[in-house]
């Protein structure tokens, strides 16, 4: 909005009666002005922070999903190096704890071996902090 | 004498939000653009993990096949012996197996034939499996004296993501 340039009196009681004109660039910013600008720039930091929020939060659930596709191939292979020395009608025990946090499970649960001419299918599930699960399966079978 | 024109500077402020704004929508772009890649290349690991062991256990379901096979007459050296197709992990894969040739000689002198199998496993497209298209390979030995196998030892077993 043009403002308009108002003859300001200086001294009206002057006899001389000088009058000098206020540029612009002195009268400075309304109320509204200012208020504006604090909410525009307030919603482009928001904007920025939630972004970057988002970023990190994605981070770390990337970070446990690679996580647990290292426990769940770890887990895979104890679970299948367990049962190589499995005898048909025996158990096989995993030797593998998952780290802090992390939770590994098979199933169907109870460790049995396999009898030698029917390989079994195992279940695996992995979860981790975050709630991230995963699951895949493994055939196992006795040597 | 010409006055300055205190005015001239109005139009910077509009820049300078546009600027801004772009700059903000860059960086948001930037990182949904990290975070969309990250997650991608996840997807692809699983998928590989999956796979990988999806061969390894219908492999494994060959093993078994060929060890009920202990009583039939053994195939010749390097002839197709079979194949099996199954679904495991969402994924179709087709395991192959052949005879390989091997001999060993015992402790008392005597040759002793062995039967090794080699096994393949590729995605399944219908047909056998093409070379470039094999995600593992494994050669089994199978311990057999006289009737029922009575064990088997993996002698290879290596994948190809």
Not at chain 2, 31 to 40: P, R
Not at chain 2, 42 to 52: F, G, I, K, N
Request: charged share 15%; hydrophobic share 45%.
């Amino acid at each position: 909005m043009q403002r308009a340039r108002t003859p300001t009196p200086i001294n009206p009681t002057s006899a001389s009666r000088r009058w000098v004109t206020r540029g612009r660039g002195d009268l400075g910013d309304t109320l509204v002005e200012i208020l504006f600008a604090v909410v525009i720039i307030g919603i482009t930091v928001a904007a920025l922070m939630s972004s970057l929020a988002n970023a990190g939060n994605a981070a770390n659930v990337q970070r446990n999903s690679v996580q647990i596709d290292l426990v769940m191939r770890n887990y895979a292979e104890a679970t299948k190096s367990a049962v190589q020395s499995c005898v048909d009608g025996g158990t096989y025990t995993v030797a593998y704890a998952p780290p802090a946090g992390f939770t590994a499970s098979a199933t169907p649960t109870g460790n049995q071996c396999p009898r030698v001419s029917v390989p079994v299918v195992l279940q695996l599930n992995v979860t981790a902090p975050l709630g991230v699960r995963q699951a895949m399966q493994i055939r196992i079978r006795t040597p | 004498m010409t006055r300055p024109d205190v005015d001239r500077d109005r139009g910077a402020a509009l820049i300078l939000a546009i600027a801004l704004v772009v700059m903000v929508g860059a960086i948001s772009g930037g990182l949904a653009a990290l975070v969309t890649s990250s997650l991608n290349n996840r997807s692809t690991l699983v998928l590989v993990r999956d796979r990988e062991y999806a061969a390894d256990a219908v492999v494994e379901q060959a093993i078994t096949l060929v060890r009920a096979q202990s009583g039939t007459p053994l195939a010749l050296c390097g002839t197709p012996g079979g194949f099996v197709v199954e679904t495991f992990n969402s994924i179709a894969i087709r395991a192959e197996w052949r005879n390989a040739c091997g001999v060993i000689r015992g402790s008392d002198g005597t040759v002793v034939a062995q039967r090794n199998v080699i096994f393949s496993a590729c995605p399944s497209t219908g047909s056998a499996c093409a070379e470039a298209a094999v995600v593992l390979r494994a050669q089994v030995n199978f311990e057999q004296s006289t009737g029922a196998v009575t064990r088997t030892y993996v002698q290879s077993w290596s994948f190809r993501s």
